[in-house]
């Protein structure tokens, strides 16, 4: 009973939170909550390889953004009622876009995945990020679907029998899909799948000497992740209602793994946490000062140098000295 404690507060704030910015009078505090869910859930599908299998992977973003990207594509080819390459017809139903987003995403970390991971360390590492930055690049040529400005998202996708054009209404869509992804995820990370991660991560040469076939895991993981991060992009472009090649860019995928270090390398609530502490501290100091990145960039490391373990590890300690 003591580990649904979490969950359910966790649940239970984010669906209050569109009252709770009514009552107070900020709007601006439901924006950031969905902000938090779409980028949890970004950040958690990164923890997947990150955190229980040891990849640190420079390019996450790129998946983000591909995501984004489906979402906003499929849009603009309904609106012009011109089929995409001529033979798919766009679509502007949530229940289409959100799996082809995660259906393409998923293949673009499959293509990079196959190449990438037959290298290590800090080639690893680079070679995530070349692919990245040529996605970005891409995206930025791209003229067709208004290149460096992106795609503009008149309305939101629609859901039958719901009004999306009512931000509250899409807010607790985003709550809803954020909410089954975790269930989903939780079930990945604690099964024989999640244990093998966890081994590769620990001692890879053991695993394959066991007979694992660990590069076959290591691109189900990365192949699972880039689906994850395909859907919270998606999700993003329909709160946004806009979507550009800066939700892509390298910057964006320091910035996911920040929240998972942020939140506690991995753990399963530690991106959550990660995300939230993230957006937040960036919501208020930049209110603060302008130079709210540097103050932002000392607290980080604060955090990093003096909390083993991140938010979660704290949690854990303050739970052992109660105990």
């Known amino acids: 009973m003591r580990k649904l404690i979490l969950p359910v507060l966790l649940i239970a704030i984010f669906a209050l939170m569109p009252l709770i ?14 902000r938090i869910l779409m980028y949890a859930m970004a950040a958690a599908s990164l923890n997947l390889i990150l955190g229980y299998g040891g990849m640190v992977s420079f390019g996450h973003a790129a998946y983000f953004g591909v995501g984004a990207y489906v979402v906003g594509i499929l849009y603009s080819h309904w609106m012009s009622e011109v089929p995409v390459f001529g033979l798919f017809p766009g679509s502007n139903q949530l229940l289409v876009t959100l799996p082809i987003a ?17 290298t290590g360390g800090v080639q690893f590492i680079m070679i ?10 891409l995206f930025v040529s791209l003229t067709a679907y208004g290149g460096e400005d992106g795609i ?5 996708n629609e859901v039958p029998g719901l009004n999306m054009r009512d931000k509250t209404t899409v807010y607790y869509v985003i709550l809803v899909v954020a909410v089954l992804y975790f269930a989903w995820m939780w079930r990945v990370v604690n099964s024989s799948f999640g244990q093998v991660l966890k081994g590769i991560r620990q001692n890879e040469r053991r695993m394959e000497a066991m007979g694992v076939a660990t590069y076959r895991y290591k691109l189900y993981a990365f192949v699972l992740a880039g689906t994850g991060a395909g859907l919270a992009g998606a999700l993003m472009a329909n709160f946004l209602r806009f979507t550009s090649p800066d939700m892509m860019h390298w910057t964006k995928s ?7 270090i942020l ?13 939230a502490a993230f957006l937040i501290l960036e919501f208020y100091l930049a209110d603060w000062t302008e130079h709210w990145q540097l103050a932002l960039g000392l607290i980080l490391l604060v955090v990093v140098l003096f909390t083993k373990g991140g938010i979660m590890g704290v949690i854990a300690r303050l739970k052992g000295g109660r105990e």
């Open 128 to 137: 995530t990020l070349a692919f990245a930055q040529m996605i970005f690049f």
């Open 102 to 118: 995660m259906i393409v995403s998923g293949l673009a970390a499959l293509l990079i995945g196959a190449l990438s991971l037959r």
């Open 254 to 260: 320091g910035e996911m793994i920040i929240m998972v």
């Open 263 to 275: 939140g506690g390398l991995g753990t399963f609530f530690g991106p959550i946490l990660g995300a």
């Open 152 to 156: 503009i998202i008149r309305r939101a």
């Open 21 to 34: 910015a009514e009552l107070v009078g900020k709007n601006a505090l439901m924006t950031l909550s969905a």
